[in-house]
Nanobody
């Protein structure tokens, strides 16, 4: 069983940057898929960034060119670098890893972007 803990969220002004981290209790080396998702109250959770070994990385249209997903297997950590943040990026952000599908999820970290 892998547990994921997100961190790095908080309050930031529009135009600013944050880097979210997702640290796993075990090795993430064997997982070929990882992703970041976000959810606002009353709406469904949506994909922000998703990558799978040997395939292209996908980003939501709304974050292309501003967000970057990456992983550090040695640190068992997945990152989401978020630049040029906008108020509409405000949400709770979740990371997930798995083998193709998202098998393990974190509990989320809130991000608030003020205008």
């Amino acid at each position: 069983q892998v547990q994921l803990v997100e961190s790095g969220g908080g309050l930031v002004q529009a135009g600013g940057s944050l880097r979210l981290s997702c640290t796993a209790s075990g090795s993430i080396f064997s997982f070929n898929a990882m992703g970041w998702f976000r959810q606002v109250p009353g709406k469904q959770r949506v994909m922000v960034a998703y990558t799978q070994t040997g395939r292209m990385t996908n980003y939501a249209d709304s974050v292309k060119g501003r967000f970057t997903i990456s992983r550090d297997n040695a640190k068992n950590t997945v990152y989401l670098q978020m630049n040029s943040l906008k108020p509409e990026d405000t949400a709770v952000y979740y990371c997930a890893v798995g083998d193709g599908g998202m098998d393990y999820w974190g509990k989320g970290t809130p991000v608030t972007v003020s205008s």
